[in-house]
């Protein structure tokens, strides 16, 4: 307030309705509040304290003040409680408690209830949402309900689902008009209020839209068989006080927004739980590349550029060899997860992992869309997930394959040139370089897929002519694009559970998948995980006896616990070494039952560093056990996981009839040392050697680089043309000619004696 001079607005002037004033003779004034007590001391405030009761104007105050405080002093005073703010100018004809009310909400109490009486509102109502009860409400409130959507300069849109369809052309219509807007369900035992949409450079409703839809994604069947244009509806579950509840508090953003007040929350979809009165906000983050609000052509022009890779230091403190530690990458990005508007719903543990390793899971797996859900409900994939030695590893891991698994989910704004593959020409490569199915497979592919689960399912033979979306990818050993079909790149959430829809001979699968806290560290991740699964390939399917490697040589606190924790399980724990052509350490941790019930698992790892690919075989073999095994119950029967394969291998295999799993007694065991490893303190030598050794097999290094811009952790897809997946993918070349060259057998394998289960993780 302005205190210049004796002359004042007319306006009375007192302390803020919100605050009470106690003075305390020959002490202090003391000034209370629902923010706190303040403190005021001098024999100039004390006297003035009854006079600024809100029952005078400024020039009253002056005129009433004792004679020993001179009108400069009344007016320094005032000006410093001013500043304060604990004086200000009231007006008689407002309710105080309203006027205080506004005063705590920072907004003021006269300029808050002159916005109020001065911005006209409008009511949408959706579908059956009550909108009489809204406006009714909005009248009791004071606010001043607009005479038509022109006229009026906010809404209020009261809706029964937030996927609401009707929706999209609400939001364009105000973002044209731009003029903001408070969203809010209706019904539920869950009250939904916010965001306030059309707020500059804030999010649309497209960007909540694209959020809430992937959280939904199991319905997507349903709602595609029922030829729902909108979500598919729930049965009501409500209550008279909780659809009150939900009126008042709609009702109040709104007047908090008109009146003026700003903060945080109004970003965000405020859900409160009316069963627990648990409440939350979900922030809305505005995604750059939203059709509505941002540029969509964003990723497609991204995917035009060369991938570089740049000098990348590796973290020192346990980052396992990344750009960035487990603790410093949670800490950038763990706001992706949040069941509402994040990427990723939910990073949980799941208890029971064996001594020495931790286990996370992180929501429904993305790379499993459009298959059966028969096919893979309950198996091991149908999830994400993550494993690590410490929790902090494994929650990154988790929340890192959860967002991967988001970033290569085909999304519409890809880079996408429609065309044939005889009409592209070599810059295309035929599907089947990388998928490397057998002719046999496609010819026997009926047979095959009735015998098999949806994961191994071979589609039809590519047809070269037939129109199809081909997307670039930048080839590292040739410094040019190539062109591989764009379903073979993306989890396509629309194709169905059959093979062939929307192309034949299309399909995705997540191998060089891989996110990283630089493009760097994700290529090296993608690129080793490409090495891993050829190798698990190699061994799996040509079941040569591979030496073990020496566990008590590698002298790792983690593992002497890991070793101790699987014999208190009653198991026994040994690794295999798998390292192929490439000399990148690959190993198989094994474990079974001691019992008559050996329930074999396994997990893979590799990397350049051993000790590192040790670690990795190690923690994710924990993700493969069967249900109940660590909690001490591995005796009894297993209970089905929906993976016919899987139930299968822990019901029948055993080291007698899978001697491959087995240790060659007549190889020596490898430690350390055994492995040509030289470290390096930069993830750009890794993938320049990586470079090398792909070149000199004759073989191409290619990057997709998936990384959304609404995300920020990047992602990349690293292909291989050549190398095998550990899916049964059984045209010839190394499958059967590295086992040779190494030495791991006499000659090729017969396609009789390859190994007849396919592997299922």
């Given at each position: ?20 004033v ?9 000034v ?76 003021g ?33 004071g ?25 999209a ?32 450079d ?161 929501g ?63 810059q295309a ?45 930048w ?5 040019a ?12 959430p ?47 399917y ?149 470079e ?59 396609r ?7 592997l299922?993780?």
């Amino acid at each position: 307030m302005t205190v210049a001079g004796r002359s004042s607005s007319g306006l009375r002037v007192g302390f803020k309705r919100h605050l009470r004033v106690d003075v305390v003779p020959d002490e202090a004034v003391y000034v209370l509040s629902e923010q706190g007590t303040t403190v005021l001391h001098g024999a100039g405030v004390r006297d003035l304290v009854p006079l600024l009761d809100g029952s005078r104007t400024l020039d009253g105050v002056l005129a009433d003040a004792p004679p020993h405080l001179p009108p400069v002093e009344v007016c320094e005073l005032i000006g410093e409680l001013a500043r304060a703010d604990l004086v200000g100018y009231r007006d008689p004809a407002v309710d105080p408690a309203v006027e205080a009310y506004w005063e705590l909400a920072g907004v003021g109490g006269p300029g808050a209830l002159a916005s109020v009486r001065a911005t006209p509102v409008e009511v949408v109502a959706l579908g059956n949402a009550d909108g009489s009860a809204v406006r009714e409400e909005c009248r009791a409130a004071g606010l001043q309900l607009a005479g038509s959507a022109r006229s009026a300069a906010f809404s209020v849109v009261v809706c029964e689902d937030y996927l609401d369809p009707a929706l999209a052309e609400l939001d364009r219509a105000r973002r044209a008009a731009r003029q903001p807007w408070l969203l809010a369900r209706s019904g539920g035992p869950e009250v939904w209020v916010g965001p306030v949409f059309g707020v500059p450079d804030g999010p649309c409703w497209r960007c909540l839209q694209h959020r809430l839809r992937g959280h939904r994604s199991s319905q997507a069947a349903v709602q595609q068989a029922l030829g729902l244009a909108g979500p598919v509806p729930l049965p009501p579950a409500s209550l008279a006080a909780v659809r009150m509840l939900a009126l008042h508090t709609t009702v109040l953003e709104a007047l908090k927004w008109v009146a003026g007040m700003r903060y945080p929350g109004q970003r965000a979809v405020c859900r409160l739980d009316t069963r627990t009165l648990a409440s939350r906000h979900h922030e809305v983050p505005r995604r750059p590349q939203c059709p509505g609000c941002g540029d969509p052509g964003l990723v497609g022009r991204g995917l035009s550029r060369p991938v570089v890779p740049v000098s990348r230091p590796k973290a020192d403190g346990g980052g396992n060899d990344r750009a960035m530690t487990p603790a410093a990458a949670l800490e950038r990005y763990r706001h992706l997860v949040d069941p509402i508007t994040g990427v990723v719903a939910e990073v949980r543990p799941v208890p029971g992992a064996p001594s020495g390793s931790r286990r996370y899971v992180s929501g429904r797996n993305l790379a499993l869309a459009g298959r059966s859900l028969a096919a893979v409900r309950g198996g091991l994939r149908s999830h994400s997930g993550g494993k690590g030695v410490t929790a902090q590893e494994a929650e990154m891991s988790a929340l890192g394959e959860a967002v991967e698994r988001y970033c290569g989910t085909r999304q519409g704004d890809e880079a996408v040139v429609r065309d044939t593959l005889t009409s592209l020409g070599s810059q295309a490569l035929h599907p089947n370089e990388c998928q490397l199915y057998a002719d046999w497979q496609f010819a026997e592919r009926g047979r095959w897929n009735a015998a098999h689960d949806a994961l191994q399912a071979v589609p039809a033979p590519f047809d070269t002519r037939a129109l199809t979306d081909w997307t670039p990818v930048w080839s590292l050993t040739a410094g040019a694009h190539r062109l591989l079909p764009t379903r073979m790149l993306y989890f396509d959430p629309d194709a169905g559970a059959d093979p062939d829809a929307h192309g034949p001979g299309l399909t995705a699968d997540s191998n060089g998948n891989a996110a990283g806290t630089s493009l760097e560290d994700a290529v090296v991740q993608g690129f080793l995980e490409v090495v891993e699964r050829d190798a698990v390939a190699l061994w799996w399917y040509n079941r040569p006896r591979r030496p073990a490697v020496d566990l008590d040589a590698f002298d790792e606190p983690w593992l002497a616990e890991a070793r101790a924790g699987y014999a208190r399980l009653g198991r026994e724990l040994w690794v295999l070494d798998l390292t192929a052509d490439l000399g990148i350490p690959v190993m198989a941790a094994v474990s079974r039952r001691t019992g008559p019930a050996e329930r074999i698992s396994f997990g893979f790892g590799a990397h350049t560093d051993p000790r590192r690919a040790l670690r990795r075989a190690v923690t994710e073999m924990c993700q493969l056990l069967p249900p109940g095994e660590a909690a001490g119950d591995g005796n009894g029967p297993c209970a089905p996981t929906g993976n016919a394969a899987l139930d299968a291998w822990w019901r029948h295999a055993t080291v007698r009839n899978q001697p491959f799993l087995v240790p060659d007694a007549g190889q020596s065991a490898l430690g350390p040392s055994a492995y040509d490893h030289r470290p390096r303190g930069d993830l750009r030598e890794d993938i320049e050697d990586f470079e090398s050794l792909v070149r000199a097999r004759g073989m191409e290094l290619l990057v997709l680089d998936q990384t959304r811009p609404d995300v920020g952790l990047p992602v990349v897809k690293v292909i291989v043309p050549g190398m095998r997946h550990f899916w049964a993918r059984l045209a010839p070349g190394r499958l059967f000619d590295v086992p040779v060259e190494l030495g791991w057998l006499d000659r090729r394998t017969r396609r009789a004696d390859l190994n007849p289960v396919p592997l299922f993780v």
